[in-house]
């Protein structure tokens, strides 16, 4: 699986769109973007994923380069809700059996 | 939709003791991991079962840590003896099948080892 690389932290405030960058330089023509975020004293939670193209959903938008080696996603309307962790991986799935790679993430924080 | 259930919440032990996790995954998922998670740390996966079967093992600590998973429905993940170490999160998460990277995730358990 190809490695991702994250900001440590970044900040945003409630009610602006928080973009949240990932480098996969190395990601091969059939590993897929996936985003969890991780909420304090919670699980982590799937929010998207795609492949090429951009994808939106009810809770995120994926934007995913041409050469796609990087994606940003997208939280709208960043509420203080959204604080958490949020994990990138870049991951094959498909046939073979699912074992998701969690590096470090990107700690958000959204303030008032 | 019930979600992943795991008990206990929290367990602290002394180190050499024994201890138990629980878990039920959400109904009809066939893959079940557990992941251990280290303060600061992402999740790392331990060990990864396809309905009652392992499928991946490699970076579970066979001398102190097994599991199952009877009858492909719940898993027991244990410890014996314990470590300092082994203080962590524990989490399992619970997918519907082969392939599948849209895991499901419980709550954890927090296990702390003096």
């Known amino acids: 699986d190809a490695k991702t690389t994250q900001p440590p932290s970044m900040d945003c405030a409630e009610g602006r769109a928080a973009n949240l960058p990932c480098n996969h330089s190395t990601i091969s023509g059939n590993e897929y973007v996936y985003w969890y975020r991780q909420i304090h004293s919670q699980g982590p939670q799937y929010i998207i994923h795609?492949?090429?193209n951009n994808e939106t959903n009810e809770m995120a938008s994926l934007i995913i380069t041409e050469d796609r080696k990087s994606s940003t996603l997208i939280l709208p309307h960043a509420t203080l809700r959204d604080t958490a962790v949020y994990y990138c991986i870049a991951d094959a799935g498909g046939t073979s059996y699912g074992k998701l790679t969690f590096g470090q993430g990107t700690i958000l924080t959204v303030h008032p | 939709e019930a979600g992943v259930a795991q008990s206990p919440r929290y367990k602290i032990i002394e180190k050499r003791q024994s201890v138990a996790f629980w878990c039920n995954p959400i109904s009809g998922h066939a893959t079940l991991y557990w992941y251990q998670q280290i303060l600061g740390q992402g999740p790392k996966l331990l060990i990864q079962f396809q309905n009652n079967g392992v499928v991946d093992d490699s970076q579970l600590p066979k001398d102190r840590f097994s599991a199952e998973r009877l009858k492909g429905v719940d898993s027991t993940l244990k410890i014996q003896p314990a470590k300092l170490e082994d203080s962590a999160v524990y989490l399992c998460?619970?997918?519907?099948?082969?392939?599948?990277?849209?895991?499901?995730f419980g709550s954890g358990t927090q296990l702390s080892v003096l």
């Open positions: 795609g492949l090429k």
């Open positions: 998460a619970s997918s519907s099948g082969q392939g599948s990277r849209k895991l499901f």
